[in-house]
Every structure is written in structure tokens, then in C-alpha cells.
């Protein structure tokens, strides 16, 4: 039977350190051992910085080493540290706000695809096994007087410790921070604690805040007088694609062998996303804001373009295949496709993307009204690449068929992403001959734009989430594509050919909210032209035909 003497809170919070340190934060000493050199000096800098850490979360626990208190704590933070140690190592994550974001609004599909084995093994011997042992593990505590006093002197001697050694390492540690900012987003348990304050006071901040509403004088323009028929724009939102592995885009394998038959699609080369996550670049590239002056608690608070199309007199739907809108189509009409029960498109409680193309031509056969639809992808989430395609698009083999995507080669892993993008490159295929065959009755259009990329073991990163400072270019490099019927281009004046010429041109998501207001002909003093990128391509505007806002 397990039996163990009483001990002192103090040997906990020590032993807990300790443990903390060593059993949950190898990523990072990893890491530090890459970036610093392992000589004396180097070595002596690294111990520097653990004694400090350790001192650190010794003074933390001795104060919360109270009688109903520490041993939950310990056992909370054994648990939590456990899957996050798991996620660090397997995907290369760094764990700050928009990270913790991403989990408190994911769904399930997604945590689906994350489980495994070895995530159980994690919790299990670095989480449930511990905390079993401190359970039992009986603590004897003072009269609260001395315990008081020995918490402060034990305080006291951990805050010394951290200043000595601080001073004694000065430069080599100041260098050290200064040159590598990622280096507290990899610190196991303060990394996730102290973005979980964030989200959290992000949540406060938000539920203060009024209510916004922009652009409450857009209306369509006198241009749309002259139209004779009704227009469908589709929006299409993409999911982790990155430019890098388009073939239209210039990719060295034929991932998307239909779209380059396309005639008339417009493939934009220099394109960069707000973020690196879908809960930071969806609603920030729906909004007015801009990646720079993007903020979270705002954008939460604010009507976006969504709103702005609908209030001028244009219906506005979002079709859904993923983990929601993120609140930027909170008041339009929604259509949520991931749960249909489509005997060949879905399966497991999830539909792949052909099904937000289901009934899209009784859709336009039945259009009354001027119309923006936009449709979300599941597109090429991660990391179980191989379920997002039918298995007739698995055009590269072998496939990584696993969520433990550090155990499979690269060329697997590469394989299953760039399958998704013949699915996808299908997908949008089949959308733009849908629109092509109804020219003739409604003038039609299609946009297409990731909300950010994606890593594939670049960096020993994969998956996407990096925070933007640090993130690689293969997250924030997005693909985005055009293409206008003839009436479409004649109604609202867009020059494609001009379109074709400056395509190489640097774009970011940030020119989305203008685009598709000058694209539309919405007038209101909300729109800047400077941000439309298709502004200089307008035949009507080039000819002084119409003056624009």
C-alpha cells in the first residue's frame, strides 16, 4: 500500500518545481540548446535561466501553499501542463492569448482530430500519475502564524536567488530575452496561465463594450440603376492554404490541374493574412481595422462587411462547413452544412467541401434578390490531412495517416496537405462552371481567399498559430483567386485584363472590407479606395464614367 510520511508544504512546492520544470518543459530546453552555443559560458547561462525558472515557480506555489488549496492547484496545473507539453512537442506550438483562443473556440471535429495515444500516455504519466501520488501524500502544515512566516522567508530567499543569479548573467540573459521573444511563450506552466489571463480579460473587455455600428450611410451606388439582371458574388473563405503549394501559383506540383484550365481566373501571388489562426484572421479580414490596429475585444463589438453589404440593400448568406463565422456573420442569414447527414459527402460528423456546392444551381434558379454568398471551407485543416479529400483526389502518396504528424516523414505529410488542395482546386472548379453555365440569367462571381497558411514541419513547426511576430512565412502567405462572368465584368465594370497585369501586386486581407465594397459599388465614407485592389481596374472609373464615394 502506498504510504509516505507527512511533509512539509515547502518540500512540495520545491519537488513540484522541480518537476514542473523538468517534466513539462523539454521543448524548451530543446530549444535552448539550439540557440545557445554549448560551451562553458553557454552552459553556465542555461543554468542560469533554469535556476531562475525554478525559483520562479517555487515562489508562485509557496504562495498559494495553503490547506485546500496547493494540492488542487498542483493537480490542475500536473493535468494541463501534460496536454500542453504534448501539443509544444508534437506541433511545434507556442502557446500565447490567440493560441488559448483557438481552444476555447474550437469545436468538436477538431479536438476529434487532435486525440491519439500518445496524448493519453502524456496525461496519464505526467498527469493522472502524479497527482495520484500527491494525493496521497500527506502534508503537514504549521500553526497559520508559521506558515505564514515561512512563507515569507522562503519568498524571500527565492526572489534573492532569482536577482543574484540575474545580476551575475546580466548580459548573457538580457542578450538571450532581447533576441529571442518566443522564449516565454515555451514556458510550461506560465506560457498557457498567462494567456488564459489574457483571453479571459479579453472576455471582460468585450462584454463592456457597447455595441458599434460602421458605415451606417452605405447604400448602393446610382451605377446599379443600370443593371438589368441579378448579381451572385460568391465569397469563398479557405481554410490553412498556403501560396506556397498552389500550382497555379507557381508550385512545382499540379495541385490544382483544373483551375489552370480556367479561363478568365485571376491567381494573386502576394498575399498575406491578418493572422495565423482562423479566430484572429476571419474576423479580421472581415473588418475595417486592419491587420495593425486589429483588436480582438473590438471586432467582437463591431458591425463588419458583412453587415455593411446588408445594410445597402444586398443579400447576405454565410454557408458553413467548418467551426463557425467567429461572429462576423452573427446577423445575417446562416446556413450551417457540416452536420447534413449526405450519404456520399458526409461521414463521422463531417461533410467535405463539395457539400457547400449542394443545391447551388436551385439556389440561383430561385434568386430574387442582388446576393453575396459566402462559403467556409473545411479545406485543408489539419492535422488529418487525409480525411479532408475523397480518396480519388490522392493524386500524391504515401499519405500520413495520423494526427502524431512529428512520427510521418515530411514527404507524407506534404503529400496528404497538397491532396487536399486537389480537392479544393475541384471544389472551386466545379463552383466557377456552376456560375459560367448561369452568365446568361445572373451575373456571377467568385473570390477566393485563405484565412492564413500553414506549416508542414518548416522550422520543426506544423499546423499554424504561431504568433504573427514569429510565425513563418508559410503561415501568413495565402492564396487568393478571381474570376468574373463576361455580363459580371460588364455590370460592374471590372477590367480582368487589367486585373491579369497587377495581380503580382502586395495584398493582404486587409484590402478584403474596400474590395468588396468597391467591387459592389457600395457607397458609404467607411470605404477607402486605397485599400480596394480592384480600385485601378474598375473600365468605368478609368473612363470617368462614374465618380466613386
Avoid at 531562475?52 to 490542475?76: D, E
Avoid at 463588419?304 to 446577423?331: F, H, P
Avoid at 460592374?492 to 468588396?516: A, Y
Wanted: charged fraction near 15%; include cysteine; glycine fraction near 6%.
Amino acid at each position: 500500500m502506498f504510504s509516505v510520511k507527512p511533509v512539509r508544504p515547502e518540500i512540495i512546492t520545491l519537488i513540484a518545481s522541480v518537476f514542473l520544470l523538468l517534466g513539462f518543459n523539454f521543448v524548451l530546453w530543446q530549444h535552448l540548446a539550439d540557440i545557445v552555443t554549448l560551451d562553458t559560458r553557454g552552459l553556465l547561462m542555461c543554468a542560469a535561466f533554469a535556476v531562475m525558472l525554478l525559483c520562479g515557480f517555487n515562489l508562485v506555489l509557496t504562495l498559494l501553499a495553503f490547506r485546500w488549496v496547493l494540492k488542487p492547484v498542483l493537480m490542475l496545473l500536473f493535468l494541463i501542463s501534460a496536454g500542453v507539453a504534448y501539443f509544444m512537442s508534437q506541433y511545434g506550438v507556442l502557446i500565447d492569448a490567440a493560441m488559448f483562443r483557438n481552444f476555447a473556440e474550437t469545436n468538436a471535429t477538431e479536438v476529434r482530430d487532435l486525440l491519439s495515444l500518445k496524448l493519453l500516455a502524456y496525461v496519464v504519466f505526467l498527469g493522472v500519475l502524479p497527482c495520484w501520488v500527491l494525493w496521497k501524500t500527506p502534508i503537514n502544515y504549521r500553526r497559520w502564524h508559521r506558515e505564514v512566516l515561512s512563507k515569507v522567508l522562503v519568498s524571500v530567499a527565492s526572489v534573492a536567488v532569482i536577482g543574484g543569479v540575474a545580476l551575475i548573467n546580466y548580459q548573457g540573459l538580457a542578450s538571450l530575452f532581447r533576441n529571442h521573444h518566443e522564449l516565454h511563450l515555451m514556458i510550461v506552466p506560465s506560457n498557457y496561465v498567462g494567456a488564459s489571463i489574457g483571453y479571459l480579460r479579453e472576455q471582460v473587455v468585450s462584454a463592456r463594450q457597447p455595441f458599434q455600428t460602421i458605415a451606417e450611410d452605405a447604400q448602393k451606388s446610382p451605377a446599379w440603376q443600370a443593371h438589368t439582371r441579378k448579381s451572385l458574388t460568391v465569397l469563398v473563405v479557405g481554410e490553412s492554404a498556403r501560396a506556397e503549394n498552389f500550382g497555379i501559383l507557381g508550385y512545382d506540383r499540379d495541385t490544382t490541374p483544373e483551375l489552370s484550365r480556367e479561363n478568365g481566373l485571376i491567381a494573386f501571388t502576394d498575399v498575406h493574412s491578418c493572422g495565423t489562426e482562423t479566430a484572429v484572421s476571419v474576423p479580421c479580414m472581415f473588418s475595417n481595422m486592419g491587420r495593425k490596429n486589429y483588436n480582438a475585444s473590438q471586432a467582437k463589438n463591431q458591425e463588419g462587411l458583412l453587415d455593411v453589404l446588408k445594410r445597402a440593400g444586398i443579400e447576405v448568406i454565410w454557408r458553413d462547413n467548418q467551426s463557425g463565422c467567429k461572429g462576423t456573420c452573427d446577423r445575417v442569414t446562416v446556413q450551417n452544412v457540416s452536420k447534413l447527414q449526405d450519404p456520399v459527402l458526409c461521414a463521422n460528423s463531417e461533410c467535405r467541401d463539395e457539400i457547400l456546392l449542394q443545391g447551388l444551381q436551385a439556389f440561383i434558379d430561385n434568386l430574387d434578390k442582388d446576393t453575396v454568398l459566402v462559403l467556409h471551407q473545411m479545406g485543408s485543416h489539419g492535422p488529418e490531412y487525409y480525411k479532408r479529400y475523397p480518396k480519388e483526389y490522392e493524386h500524391f502518396t504515401p499519405v500520413c495517416e495520423s494526427n502524431a504528424l512529428n512520427t510521418c516523414s515530411r514527404e507524407s505529410i506534404v503529400n496528404g496537405y497538397d491532396n487536399t488542395l486537389v480537392y479544393t482546386d475541384h471544389v472551386l472548379a466545379s463552383l466557377i462552371n456552376v456560375l459560367r453555365s448561369n452568365q446568361q440569367k445572373v451575373d456571377t462571381a467568385m473570390l477566393y481567399l485563405s484565412d492564413h497558411g500553414e506549416s508542414l514541419g518548416e522550422y520543426n513547426l506544423f499546423l499554424h498559430g504561431t504568433p504573427y511576430m514569429l510565425a513563418p512565412d508559410q503561415q501568413k502567405h495565402v492564396a487568393m483567386l478571381a474570376w468574373f462572368s463576361d455580363s459580371y465584368q460588364s455590370a460592374f465594370s471590372v477590367d480582368t485584363h487589367c486585373l491579369q497585369l497587377s495581380r503580382h501586386k502586395p495584398l493582404s486581407q486587409d484590402n478584403l472590407f474596400h474590395s468588396m465594397l468597391g467591387l459592389l459599388d457600395v457607397n458609404t465614407h467607411a470605404y477607402n479606395p486605397g485599400l480596394d485592389m480592384f480600385a485601378g481596374c474598375r473600365t468605368a472609373v478609368a473612363d470617368g464614367v462614374l465618380a466613386k464615394h
